[in-house]
């Protein structure tokens, strides 16, 4: 099988690196490709002074954009099985197997990689782990699908769902909304438990007045993402 790894970054100059090579090491038989989402520091100029296989958008897409241009970028080279894995150091690829063999096996189309099942490494802070579980709740009301840890950006998916999410992926809360899009359209979502790090370099785009904001706006637009699978299906039939 041909494994992409997605690597979305923005103003990631502390961390790509080290990422990048820590993925080759670890996990040699997987290609990878870094979508620099037009990054303001020098996250350009070391991808290029590295030789590190990257796309560079001239406008910045926020990480909906930048992933979705690695699914682009996987469905137009024919890619079985694209993962996601942030540029910031909190992935660790060993558990790139573990994170594809759903797949691999059939037994799943997405894949998230969950801190939460067997809670061991780096675990947030409380009240980022109560929004999580909150959000958790609503995606199953939503679509039925039951999942721990729905903010998680290491994740997998199978070569029908990279032509899906090519064409359709959510912009602004990517992570929750994309289970909520691949559940409606009939795609299996499955967890594995894996162990996440602190961020090894940057800064987290969420302060304490955009996690707010974003624990009001999320679960609004996964009910429009549930209404609107609703209406498009209406349509088709």
């Not at 909906?64 to 942030?86: E, F, L, P, S, W």
């Not at 899009?181 to 987290?204: D, N, T, Y």
Request: charged share 25%.
């Amino acid at each position: 099988m041909k494994i992409l790894l997605i690597i979305p970054a923005y103003n990631e100059e502390e961390s790509i690196e080290k990422v990048v090579r820590e993925i080759e090491e670890k996990c040699p038989e997987c290609d990878y490709v870094v979508v620099n989402d037009c990054s303001t520091d020098h996250t350009e100029e070391i991808l290029k002074q590295k030789n590190i296989n990257h796309v560079s958008l001239s406008a910045n897409l926020g990480i909906g954009g930048a992933v979705q241009t690695g699914y682009k970028y996987a469905m137009h080279y024919g890619y079985d099985i694209a993962i996601q894995q942030d540029g910031d150091g909190q992935h660790d690829p060993a558990y790139i197997q573990d994170v594809i063999q759903p797949i691999v096996q059939k037994e799943a189309d997405l894949v998230i990689g969950s801190r939460f099942i067997e809670k061991n490494g780096f675990q947030s802070s409380f009240s980022r782990r109560a929004g999580v579980r909150f959000l958790c709740g609503v995606i199953r009301l939503v679509c039925g699908v039951k999942v721990t840890d729905c903010t998680s950006g290491y994740r997998a998916a199978g070569k029908e769902l990279i032509a899906y999410f090519s064409r359709s992926y959510a912009q602004d809360y990517p992570e929750p909304e994309a289970i909520v899009s691949a559940a409606l359209a009939g795609f299996k979502v499955k967890e594995v438990p894996v162990i996440m790090r602190e961020r090894q370099g940057g800064v987290s785009s969420l302060n304490l007045m955009k996690s707010a904001l974003y624990m009001i706006k999320v679960p609004l637009a996964l009910v429009l993402r549930r209404l609107m699978m609703k209406r498009i299906r209406g349509e088709k039939r």
